[in-house]
């Protein structure tokens, strides 16, 4: 008799709705171990991204299975808003997905429609095969995988902050994420995400989102503004990425022991 599953709890059962706030961070390097030491941290959610790091759907799938251990919700943002390549993330087993560069409320539905199986959406169906029905050891998969599915849409640009009432409306949404560092190249601030015109639509998306009951997220990588959106009402935040803080963490342990103003005694790569 086949070992039966239970899909574990979904990140949009602890967003909102009393619930503290969750924290999280990104996980980009797509090695596993590094994911398990992030995993470890003490984090409520861990964020898997597939569009601006290294992740392969190897990499997610042997991600998703470390960091399974351990109590915290691994969340994974796909590449782009495509059916196709939603269904592969899907069948790895992802449960908690954010879909990019969603500009309105015809883009969302979309993003509805390719985590549901019809008659309800255009999901293909390859549960027999597919590690996110675990092979079909998750009795009705089915016709429960959408119960399972926690679907976030992210918010960054200037058409989707117009549009954001609509997008975190969209039947079938579970929340939007704020990217501030594409809004702020839309809005004409390249590399600017604290720039006060950014961080003011970004505080009306976490207004606009807290009135229609809809759980807002939003990635801030500097405490004060991470505090400031904590206190405007977001519901989730991502403070921190591996890379990022092993770059600054790197560059700090060198600065404490190198002469000030040293080069590396090391040849100078080439550049690419």
């Given at each position: 008799?086949?070992?039966?599953v239970e899909p574990s709890a979904d990140?949009?059962?602890?967003?909102?709705?009393?619930?503290?706030?969750?924290?999280?961070?990104?996980?980009?390097?797509?090695?596993?171990?590094?994911?398990?030491?992030?995993?470890?941290?003490?984090?409520?959610?861990?964020?898997?991204?597939?569009?601006?790091?290294?992740?392969?759907?190897?990499?997610?799938?042997?991600?998703?299975?470390?960091?399974?251990?351990?109590?915290?919700?691994?969340?994974?943002?796909?590449?782009?808003?495509?059916?196709?390549?939603?269904?592969?993330?899907?069948?790895?087993?992802?449960?908690?997905?954010?879909?990019?560069?969603?500009?309105?409320?015809?883009?969302?539905?979309?993003?509805?429609?390719?985590?549901?199986?019809?008659?309800?959406?255009?999901?293909?169906?390859?549960?027999?095969?597919?590690?996110?029905?675990?092979?079909?050891?998750?009795?009705?998969?089915?016709?429960?995988?959408?119960?399972?599915?926690?679907?976030?849409?992210?918010?960054?640009?200037?058409?989707?902050?117009?549009?954001?009432?609509?997008?975190?409306?969209?039947?079938?949404?579970?929340?939007?994420?704020?990217?501030?560092?594409?809004?702020?190249?839309?809005?004409?601030h390249l590399g600017q995400q604290d720039?006060?015109?950014?961080?003011?639509?970004?505080?009306?998306?976490?207004?606009?989102?807290?009135?229609l009951g809809v759980p807002v997220g939003?990635?801030?990588?500097?405490?004060?503004?991470?505090?400031?959106?904590?206190?405007?009402?977001?519901?989730?935040?991502?403070?921190?990425?591996?890379?990022?803080?092993?770059?600054?963490?790197?560059?700090?342990?060198?600065?404490?022991?190198?002469?000030?103003?040293?080069?590396?005694?090391?040849?100078?790569?080439?550049?690419?």
């Open positions: 008799m086949p070992f039966r990140f949009k059962s602890v967003l909102g709705n009393g619930h503290r706030a969750q924290v999280g961070m990104w996980a980009c390097t797509g090695n596993p171990l590094l994911a398990e030491i992030c995993a470890g941290s003490g984090f409520d959610w861990l964020l898997i991204d597939g569009e601006h790091s290294i992740n392969s759907l190897e990499s997610i799938s042997t991600q998703l299975q470390v960091v399974a251990a351990y109590p915290i919700h691994p969340v994974v943002r796909v590449p782009a808003n495509d059916t196709v390549m939603i269904k592969q993330y899907l069948d790895l087993g992802v449960q908690n997905l954010i879909v990019p560069m969603v500009d309105n409320a015809e883009q969302a539905a979309q993003a509805v429609a390719a985590v549901r199986y019809p008659p309800h959406g255009v999901r293909g169906v390859g549960s027999a095969l597919a590690r996110g029905s675990r092979w079909n050891r998750i009795e009705g998969y089915l016709q429960r995988a959408e119960e399972t599915i926690t679907l976030l849409v992210q918010v960054e640009t200037a058409e989707a902050v117009a549009n954001v009432a609509e997008i975190a409306g969209t039947e079938g949404v579970s929340g939007i994420f704020i990217g501030p560092s594409d809004l702020a190249a839309s809005m004409g720039h006060p015109e950014v961080a003011g639509a970004v505080e009306h998306c976490i207004r606009v989102a807290n009135e939003v990635n801030a990588f500097v405490e004060a503004t991470a505090r400031r959106y904590l206190d405007a009402g977001a519901d989730f935040i991502a403070v921190g990425a591996d890379v990022a803080m092993l770059a600054r963490a790197s560059e700090a342990l060198a600065a404490k022991f190198l002469p000030q103003g040293s080069e590396p005694s090391g040849s100078t790569p080439a550049s690419y």
